[in-house]
């Protein structure tokens, strides 16, 4: 059910929203899924789930939860390779991608919707902007988004808080020519370096990101550290090369 309290006649200048799809990645979260979608807007026109293969019950719940919600099989793994799905599968003209374990709250997405009708072209979550915070990063996931973060914004002049964060909103069109490989969770940081790579407008959006509702990351700290690494230098290597068939 949605709250009575969600923004019914969300407009700008009185003029009618864009269509919306809240993609939503699965991996077995029949014990959180159902809260996420009790909670999205009702101005959210398409909601999207991209399921990796769940073993569980995760479809059915949805599926209880929020009965015009669309589900899709991603092709492959990994949570870069369901972001490519639902990218093409989605029907609104802005997408927004949010995780299914409960840290993001959807009635946030407004902030998001906002930065875009104001002519932005990206709208990017911080959990490090003045006035919020994290409760779901140990001190050493804390360090290396640090790290990624600062490493990026020298190498590419951009002026990011925060480079691994999933809760995003963008123009479709607007990234129709970015393509990015990465099939994990390096993904979010390859389209953050190609979004500004790009020139598009991006303004940053403080939200508070909770404890997860249950069970544990599926991000490995070490092992996707390592590959977000990569991402970073490959995506370095890349922008000389193209600058010196320039």
Not at 152 to 167: C, M, R, V
Not at 221 to 237: C, M, P, Q, V, Y
């Amino acid at each position: 059910m949605k709250s009575p309290s969600d923004t019914q006649n969300f407009t700008r200048n009185q003029a009618p929203l864009p269509s919306i799809t809240a993609i939503i990645c699965t991996l077995n979260e029949e014990q959180t899924v159902s809260h996420v979608l009790e909670k999205i807007p009702s101005f959210i026109t398409d909601v999207l789930i991209v399921d990796g293969h769940s073993i569980d019950n995760t479809v059915n719940v949805a599926k209880k939860a929020y009965p015009s919600v669309r589900i899709t099989t991603q092709p492959g793994k990994g949570k870069g390779d369901a972001i490519r799905h639902g990218i093409r599968e989605a029907k609104g003209q802005i997408i927004v991608t949010l995780d299914a374990d409960g840290s993001m709250d959807p009635p946030d997405i407004m902030k998001f919707v906002e930065s875009l009708t104001e002519g932005f072209d990206y709208a990017k979550g911080s959990r490090f902007l003045p006035g919020v915070r994290t409760d779901d990063m140990p001190r050493h996931r804390l360090f290396g988004n640090w790290v990624f973060t600062t490493l990026t914004n020298i190498l590419f002049g951009s002026k990011y808080t925060d480079i691994t964060y999933g809760f995003n909103a963008f123009w479709k069109e607007k990234i129709q020519n970015i393509k990015v490989r990465s099939d994990g969770f390096e993904e979010v940081v390859e389209w953050n370096i190609n979004v500004h790579r790009h020139g598009l407008k991006v303004k940053e959006v403080a939200v508070d990101e909770y404890e997860r509702l249950d069970g544990e990351a599926k991000l490995r700290s070490f092992h996707d550290g390592a590959r977000i690494l990569k991402t970073i230098l490959r995506e370095r290597i890349r922008r000389q090369s193209t600058n010196q068939k320039d």
